[in-house]
């Protein structure tokens, strides 16, 4: 049987790499993208490992399931740094402020007046993403390409939010490239630096584009258990 804390610091280098890759043929700074290793639904094993290997930058998309499973270990680990990548519910707003430190989902009013509530309550400002739904799904969150730019003055104007930039989940099955061109644009036009695109099939599409922060499980961690 291999060695899990070997095999999860094997991945990260090979990451580490096509990362570098990226970034060398894009004329880019490593240093300008983030690296979010994406724990959702993994065995704890395989995180406890990669936070022995130094892993710190951790994201996950359910506040429940990230509640269990970081609450009791975030005290060991003072530079963690842990991302909400999943859409937000606002019953769940109170403990998604507390837990996580970086916010990619906010999409729509309600979320940012109950976030700004929450992150003002507990004396906290969290850097937030809007996520956008370049591909007009209509099973998928985010805010209307065409509505991103006036959304991003509501939240920062009517609730002080501190917006960052974009993100976005592009539709499976088709070529992930020009949602990661589109969404660089409107980032641009809405006068945001960051943008959160790029997932394990496709993160060095993402740099070549822009991308700020990347979101990476599988090819991390290996095949999630449900
Ligand atoms: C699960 C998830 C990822 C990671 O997906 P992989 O294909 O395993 O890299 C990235 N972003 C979001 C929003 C996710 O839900």
Not at 128 to 157: H, W
Request: charged share 25%; net charge neutral.
């Amino acid at each position: 049987m291999q060695d899990i804390k070997h095999k999860m610091a094997i991945n990260h280098i090979d990451i580490e790499e096509r990362i570098q890759r990226a970034c060398d043929q894009a004329s880019r700074n490593r240093k300008d993208i983030e690296l979010i290793a994406v724990s959702k639904r993994q065995d704890p094993e395989r995180i406890q490992k990669s936070l022995e290997n130094g892993v710190r930058c951790f994201g996950e998309n359910q506040v429940q399931e990230a509640l269990a499973r970081w609450q009791p270990i975030k005290a060991l680990y003072p530079d963690l740094c842990l991302h909400l990548i999943g859409s937000l519910q606002s019953n769940k707003a109170a403990d998604a402020v507390s837990l996580f430190d970086v916010i990619h989902t906010i999409d729509r009013e309600k979320i940012a007046k109950v976030i700004s509530l929450e992150m003002k309550k507990q004396n906290k400002q969290l850097p937030c993403f809007i996520q956008v739904n370049t591909g007009y799904e209509s099973q998928k969150s985010g805010i209307e390409p065409r509505f991103a730019a006036d959304f991003v003055k509501l939240c920062m104007n009517d609730y002080a939010l501190p917006i960052v930039g974009f993100m976005c989940i592009p539709p499976a099955n088709e070529d992930a490239s020009p949602h990661f061109a589109f969404l660089n644009k409107l980032a641009s036009k809405a006068g945001l630096k960051l943008l959160s695109m790029g997932m394990s099939a496709d993160f060095e599409d993402a740099i070549r584009l822009g991308s700020t922060h990347i979101r990476v499980g599988s090819a991390l961690f290996g095949d999630r258990t449900s």
